[in-house]
């Protein structure tokens, strides 16, 4: 049973336009919510986080949304630039489990120039 | 500063032989993993540590063995490989609390 689901393998986006990444979840336990990138040979590289007591957290280009009803949240990149294709992934975690991660499947995120 | 280092990069083994992956971290970080990360599908979580001397069993540790015998290190064993085992493995590590996990750049392994 996937806790965490990211039901999009692919995207590809236009230079300059807005990029979205969706992820969903089921445990309605999870507190802490992250965003990581990942390119070829490489491994994850933190890019940002979001507690549940919060519906949005910005860091320059990137926002995090979170919708705690629907237990979603949304990666927007504004604007997208050729350095941000990579795989992108969503991970969950909850204090009573130590915050250990639970990941989604990634979204490979294509910016076409 | 190298942050979490992994050796070796690649490695290709022979069906039911052995190896040892070694992650080293020098953030003075309490929480280290093992993940492996297959095609099509998020990291899944091997083993975990909470500190030197501990060591726990993660979403799919059976083949695997670990140690920590040092606060900067973790080790993941193969004992017997087996091809189901070709993967790559990242190891991370963490400080306390509710904090960003820090990965090395994976190693990539095949079994024949």
């Known amino acids: 049973d996937q806790q965490v689901k990211q039901n999009s393998p692919s995207l590809s986006v236009q230079e300059g336009r807005i990029s979205i990444l969706n992820c969903d979840y089921t445990n309605s336990m999870f507190d802490y919510f992250l965003w990581y990138k990942k390119y070829p040979a490489e491994g994850p590289t933190f890019l940002i986080s979001?507690?549940?007591i919060k519906d949005k957290n910005e860091d320059g280009r990137f926002t995090v949304f979170l919708n705690k009803s629907a237990k979603h949240l949304s990666l927007h990149i504004v604007p997208s630039q050729p350095g941000d294709s990579a795989v992108y992934f969503c991970a969950a975690s909850e204090a009573y489990s130590n915050y250990q991660l639970i990941w989604g499947a990634g979204t490979k995120l294509i910016i076409k120039p | 500063n190298a942050g979490v280092t992994q050796t070796p990069k690649f490695r290709v083994l022979k069906t039911g032989q052995s190896m040892t992956l070694l992650c080293a971290q020098d953030?003075?970080?309490?929480?280290m993993y093992w993940y492996r990360q297959d095609p099509g599908m998020g990291l899944r979580l091997i083993h975990y540590s909470v500190g030197e001397g501990t060591t726990a069993k993660g979403e799919v540790p059976d083949g695997y063995n670990v140690s920590r015998l040092k606060k900067q290190n973790f080790l993941l064993g193969l004992e017997s490989a087996a091809p189901s085992q070709t993967s790559v493995y990242f190891c991370?590590?963490?400080?306390?609390?509710?904090?960003?996990?820090?990965f090395g750049p994976g190693t990539r392994l095949t079994v024949l």
């Open positions: 979001i507690s549940s």
């Open positions: 991370a590590s963490r400080s306390r609390g509710p904090d960003t996990q820090y």
């Open positions: 953030m003075n970080h309490e929480y």
